[in-house]
């Protein structure tokens, strides 16, 4: 593929062996696993292979002091890239920092020497250690500072006349911790400069230091700036209601001038703010819209002091007159964590963001273009091959609206474009497409189900009436006592459920006539809903009558829908919240009236289509089962994936056991059989990290090597339904991995 080099090397191995999985290059690794159990001779290749979408969230960017061509950028989950070419292609550093669970907000370049580097790091997972990491080789290997380790360092600044002299500011929630961190050697030794346990000078977002006096420096706090003119001996408020500050303002970034230590400009949550005076006096710059005044980066421009370009939480703005006047450059959907001038090209501005990745301009900004080939940090929730077309890829990113969720790829993952027209801002946690080869594909989102007929070009709500079906005035429809507010597209957001009625139009003929007619007759039969909140899974099923329909598993409980124009309807579950959670729903075409219902309190099973349904008491309860999959070849085969272990069970769920063999206690998010090889399953432990493969229906595992992947988190997994050795992993943070499995002769099967 283009932008891919696979190195492969090919180890013999043995039963039950694991293997290591050496990275080709930035998108592909290769590795061996163990083989097919009943095989002494089996030779596999591994390949895995990072295939995008590009693009996601950026922490942090830097361009290197001597080379405006080779620029750094981080990732919150401990990644680092780098582009030799001004962002044309990045390449992600190996083994970099070889910690996941880190925000890394902060890069530092030593000017003296740039193959030296700093980067700040802060833990957004418990397991992960954050502090100061310091490279010595242009970013390929780096270590921790060992008197900066568990340090939350949310700030770095070198001194511009001395890059000796290295400061970090933290925000740990112990307050002995928490503060101004200063070393003069380049790392090796560290003193806390700010007063221990202090109420104000902690929380440090951010760091500068006066170009000319290293003594002097200025800390940006959660709440307001401070100064100390003596080194952090002593310390004083420099922006504060009196001279021009708002109060309660977060700091996000300082900048003193490099020729003029007395002209400061600070961006904060409350906007822009700049001192003529070494910060003795402030005026807040206007122009921005009260709705954009959150400023997470602002850059004057190297060459020309009028020119000004601000990042906040509603897009890139520029003022050519000193900050009199702005203009928006972008959408205001884009947030802009970072931005760089090129020094050889200064119209060459790049800025990082979040979700959309980086974008260049080579106008001053007039407008941008992505340049993320190669940079990828998305978050997968799930994937569906195209079954009726080869190669063609769906997957949604998570968290990831304003860019939009859904990306498709009609060359095998070569190449990506965004397919979430109709969705807006929502997440989609799975699709659906029928084993019967229709077009038609469904996505479960955060607001309900949508429905896409050309291959999930374009996307429709699913789940409530047409609009000329809605209640009119005089209907009476019973309340569902369900009343909450919502935020449209939100994953925080508390919706409700609408029940829907439907009413018949009147013919023209009707409406002529002056008598008045009767009101329409109040639905008959169990109510129907419209789904507006959170579903987690869609399948379809046949009921008791032979009829065909689909089922919703949702947050608040299970759906079924017999004609999706209509609405849906409740099915309770015996000894089980009406409205409880439901996390997972199978059925299997060769017997579509037994269905499998995970939730919160294990498993339950319907033999006669959601008529009567059978708590299962022994194996997968009392637990949350995630995950359900059956044997393609034989509907009895179960494999169930719960937040402690794996269960199978080979007589249709009437009796259970737990699968150790090869599995630890984990999460276990994934279960999926392989179509062309029903044999193979594979599950994936969502909590601890890793792929689990069995060639023997499930009953034994072995862990797939995935060493050198940037995470080994993967929430979902599923086969290609073309090619019998390739699948497809959704990851927390680098976008959708290919695996595929090369067999050389000799190999039993």
């Given amino acids: 593929m283009k932008f891919r080099l696979v190195l492969s090397i090919l180890i013999a191995l043995f039963v039950f062996t694991s293997i290591a999985v050496i990275q080709a290059d930035d998108h592909r690794a290769a590795g061996l696993d163990g083989s097919p159990s009943g095989s002494s001779s089996t030779k596999e290749i591994r390949n895995w292979e990072l295939t995008g979408p590009w693009g996601g969230d950026v922490r942090s960017m830097v361009c290197s002091p001597d080379n405006a061509d080779l620029l750094y950028l981080g990732t919150s989950d401990g990644q680092l890239f780098r582009s030799t ?7 992600r550093l190996r083994p970099g920092l070889g910690k996941a669970g880190l925000s890394v907000d902060s890069i530092a370049v030593d000017p003296r020497n740039t193959k030296t580097m700093y980067v700040g790091a802060w833990a957004v997972s418990q397991a992960a250690e954050s502090g100061v990491y310091k490279s010595e080789d242009g970013g390929e290997h780096w270590r921790l500072l060992d008197q900066t380790r568990s340090l939350s360092v949310r700030s770095l600044a070198l001194g511009p006349s001395d890059s000796a002299l290295l400061l970090a500011g933290t925000a740990n929630d112990d307050p002995n911790l928490n503060g101004v961190y200063r070393s003069t050697d380049s790392g090796k030794s560290w003193g806390r400069i700010s007063p221990a346990g202090d109420k104000e000078i902690r929380n440090i977002a951010s760091l500068a230091v006066d170009p000319k006096n290293t003594d002097i420096i200025y800390a940006g706090t959660f709440h307001l700036p401070w100064k100390t003119l003596d080194g952090g001996k002593t310390w004083k408020q420099t922006g504060y209601q009196g001279n021009g500050f708002i109060d309660d303002s977060d700091i996000f970034g300082i900048s003193v001038n490099a020729t003029n230590s007395n002209l400061v400009y600070m961006n904060a949550c409350s906007g822009i703010y700049r001192s003529t005076s070494a910060g003795e006096k402030w005026a807040k710059i206007p122009g921005i819209p009260f709705s954009a005044r959150r400023t997470y980066a602002l850059l004057p421009h190297p060459s020309d002091p009028n020119v000004i370009f601000a990042g906040t939480s509603e897009g890139l703005w520029r003022s050519k007159d000193g900050g009199k006047r702005w203009m928006l450059l972008t959408s205001k959907n884009v947030v802009i964590r970072a931005i760089v001038i090129h020094a050889d090209n200064p119209k060459r501005v790049l800025i990082a963001t979040d979700d959309f990745g980086v974008e260049l301009s080579d106008n001053l900004g007039d407008d941008f273009k992505p340049v993320n080939v190669g940079f990828i940090h998305r ?25 939009g969720s859904v990306f498709v790829s009609s060359d095998d993952g070569e190449s990506w474009e965004n397919s979430s027209r109709g969705l807006g801002q929502r997440d989609v946690y799975s ?47 019973r309340s569902t006592g369900r009343t909450s507010a919502s935020a449209k597209g939100s994953k925080a957001a508390i919706g409700k459920y609408a029940q829907a009625a439907s009413v018949q139009r009147k013919r023209p003929s009707q409406r002529a006539k002056a008598k008045k007619e009767p009101p329409p007759p109040e639905p008959t039969g169990p109510p129907l809903f419209e789904l507006s909140r959170q579903v987690d899974a869609i399948t379809s099923f046949v009921d008791s009558e032979g009829r065909s329909g689909l089922l919703a598993a949702t947050m608040d409980g299970l759906f079924m829908t017999m004609d999706e124009t209509r609405g849906w309807q409740r099915i309770p579950l015996p000894d089980y919240d009406s409205a409880g959670r439901v996390f997972s729903i199978s059925t299997h075409k060769d017997s579509p009236k037994t269905v499998y219902v995970g939730t919160r309190d294990g498993l339950f099973i319907s033999r006669d289509g959601c008529s009567t349904w059978e708590h299962v008491s022994r194996g997968p309860s009392g637990v949350s089962v995630k995950a359900i999959a059956q044997d393609p070849r034989d509907p009895n085969l179960v494999v169930v994936g719960t937040n402690y272990v794996v269960f199978r069970s080979t007589n249709g769920g009437r009796s259970w056991s737990a699968r150790g063999g090869g599995l630890s206690p984990g999460d276990y998010t994934a279960v999926t059989f392989n179509p062309l090889n029903p044999s193979e399953v594979m599950v994936t432990d969502y909590s601890r990290g890793g792929i689990y493969r069995s060639t023997d229906s499930g009953y034994s595992w072995v862990r797939i090597d995935d060493s050198q992947l940037p995470t080994s988190r993967i929430w979902t997994v599923i086969f290609d339904p073309f090619e019998r050795d390739k699948a497809y992993a959704g990851s927390f943070s680098s976008g959708v991995y290919v695996l595929t499995t090369e067999r050389r002769a000799g190999s039993k099967e």
């Fill in 85 to 91: 070419d001004a962002a044309s292609t990045w390449r």
């Fill in 379 to 403: 978050h997968i929730l799930a994937i569906l091959p195209d079954g009726t077309q080869h190669g063609r890829i769906l997957a949604s990113v998570f968290n990831d609206g304003t860019a």
């Fill in 431 to 477: 699709f659906y497409q029928a084993p019967d080869g229709t077009q038609a594909i469904y996505a479960a989102t955060n607001a309900g189900v949508f429905k896409s007929v050309d291959h999930g070009g374009n996307w429709s709500f699913v789940g409530g009436p047409k609009k000329e079906e809605l209640p009119t005035a005089k209907s009476k429809v």
